[in-house]
């Protein structure tokens, strides 16, 4: 039996055909396969990057759109004393690099006993929940995560991806001259001539002799 594919995602607009219902580990992934809530397997097949969220929609190669939504999972919630506590909990969970639910009043993240004695360890409350897992996406683009727990227990890291941005695309590119120079670059001139005067910057004033 020959299984359709779903290669590229389809517009929200009229109603879908079919429901597909993903945990997050198998929304961050471009290639899997899956089965539709009618019981029928289905491919997907998707560029590289790609993170599906609840509301996405696939298009399946015979035509058919597939509506996302995501499973209920096993998840802890984080409650604090007050919104400062929340968000310096917030700010060292996210120092880890792990996909984080940001919702009103908690935070919800996958199940972690390293996170969790930190968490507990900073005031927090937790109490754990079956729920869909949504979490922030990357701040510059579409998000791809790569949820692997390494030998200390550390759940999922979550980077920014877009093929348009670089993973710091707010930092420029690497050049020789890490410090950039505070006077306008003379396009004219080599740079050997450029002048780094010191003190008020006229000649024998705070610096070297003039050369005669």
């Known amino acids: 039996m020959t299984i359709v594919v779903a290669r590229t995602l389809a517009g929200t607009e009229g109603p879908a055909h079919e429901v597909i219902e993903l945990a997050f580990e198998q929304r961050e992934r471009s290639r899997l396969r899956a089965t539709l809530l009618s019981g029928e397997e289905v491919g997907i097949d998707l560029p590289l990057g790609t993170v599906l969220r609840d509301g996405d929609r696939l298009a399946l190669?015979?035509?058919?759109?597939?509506?996302?939504?995501?499973?209920?999972?096993?998840?802890?919630?984080?409650?604090?004393?007050d919104g400062a506590q929340l968000a310096r909990i917030a700010y060292h969970v996210?120092?880890?690099?792990?996909?984080?639910?940001?919702?009103?009043?908690?935070?919800?993240?996958?199940?972690?006993?390293?996170?969790?004695?930190?968490?507990?360890?900073?005031?927090?409350?937790?109490?754990?929940?079956?729920?869909?897992?949504?979490?922030?996406?990357?701040a510059y683009g579409h998000s791809h995560v790569h949820h692997a727990h390494d030998d200390q227990g550390h759940g999922g890291r979550i980077h920014a991806f877009d093929a348009r941005h670089t993973e710091h695309p707010a930092r420029p590119p690497h050049t020789d001259h890490p410090h950039p120079h505070p006077h306008h670059e003379h396009p004219d001139r080599p740079h050997s001539e450029h002048e780094h005067p010191r003190g008020s910057g006229a000649p024998g004033v705070g610096g070297p002799a003039s050369r005669p």
């Open 61 to 81: 190669a015979d035509g058919r759109v597939v509506a996302v939504e995501a499973a209920r999972e096993a998840l802890l919630e984080v409650r604090a004393r």
């Open 94 to 138: 996210g120092n880890r690099h792990v996909p984080l639910q940001v919702g009103d009043g908690w935070l919800r993240l996958l199940p972690d006993h390293v996170l969790r004695a930190m968490i507990e360890g900073l005031g927090g409350r937790i109490h754990e929940l079956a729920a869909p897992f949504q979490p922030e996406t990357g």
